[in-house]
């Protein structure tokens, strides 16, 4: 099956730094790799997405990019803010039997220091 | 549109007791999977069910059930609890297929237990 690493697991950085979060996967067939934000005490909330097809993907002060050769993917946050901080979770996932079967890594909490 | 809704958002059980997780989406989702949460171990999948009338065993289905009560609703149970189901419980749903965006998985808000 898939397996996602996920890379750190804490990560500290002062405010307007950037942050990086990086993870691997394992299954070729894995074509979609959302990354979700969680802030204490709520649900986890994508934040964006990519797609097999594509390299790079931004979102204003945030962006994916993504490797298929070495089977790994990123997260790029430019000019933290305090409202960053929150655990960040990376995933792989493929279409299989009708449903989407996602991988999560096992998070990396984000805290910016203001 | 309330999107993923989980009920009860808190509970305490003793050992042996059993509760359902109760689940809805409003979205018109094929998909919809139920993943337990502890600290240092991400998500982790219980079960999840492909669409209606259909289940299947995720990573961690040991002392878990769960119905597709029909296309919106989608229940855990716990039939006798121990304390290793302390955990935060999320369900999620997806609406799978051809389409950009359709495969992004929404959760709810969560269930936290606690087992003792």
């Known amino acids: 099956g898939e397996n996602v690493e996920q890379h750190p697991s804490t990560l500290s950085v002062q405010e307007g730094d950037s942050a990086v979060i990086k993870c691997t996967y394992s299954d070729s067939a894995s074509n979609y790799f959302p990354w979700y934000k969680q802030e204490l005490g709520k649900r986890p909330q994508l934040i964006i997405d990519?797609?097999?097809?594509?390299g790079e993907k931004k979102d204003q002060r945030i962006a994916v990019t993504l490797n298929k050769t070495a089977k790994h993917f990123s997260l790029h946050i430019t000019e933290t803010q305090p409202e960053d901080s929150a655990v960040y979770f990376c995933a792989a996932s493929s279409i299989s039997g009708g449903y989407q079967k996602v991988t999560f890594g096992i998070g990396t909490k984000l805290q910016v220091i203001p | 549109n309330a999107g993923v809704t989980q009920t009860p958002k808190f509970q305490v059980l003793k050992t042996g007791q059993s509760m359902t997780l109760q689940c809805a989406q409003d979205m018109n989702h094929n998909s919809m999977y139920w993943y337990r949460q502890d600290p240092g171990m991400g998500l982790r999948l219980i079960y999840y069910?492909?669409?209606?009338?259909?289940?299947d065993k995720g990573e961690v289905p040991n002392g878990y059930n769960v119905s597709r009560l029909n296309k919106r609703e989608f229940s855990l149970r716990l039939e006798s609890a121990a304390p290793s189901q302390t955990s935060v419980y999320f369900c999620a749903s997806c609406g799978v297929g051809t389409g950009s965006g359709q495969e992004t998985q929404y959760f709810g808000p969560g269930t936290r237990l606690l087992v003792l």
């Open positions: 069910s492909a669409s209606e009338g259909t289940t």
């Open positions: 990519i797609r097999s097809n594509v």
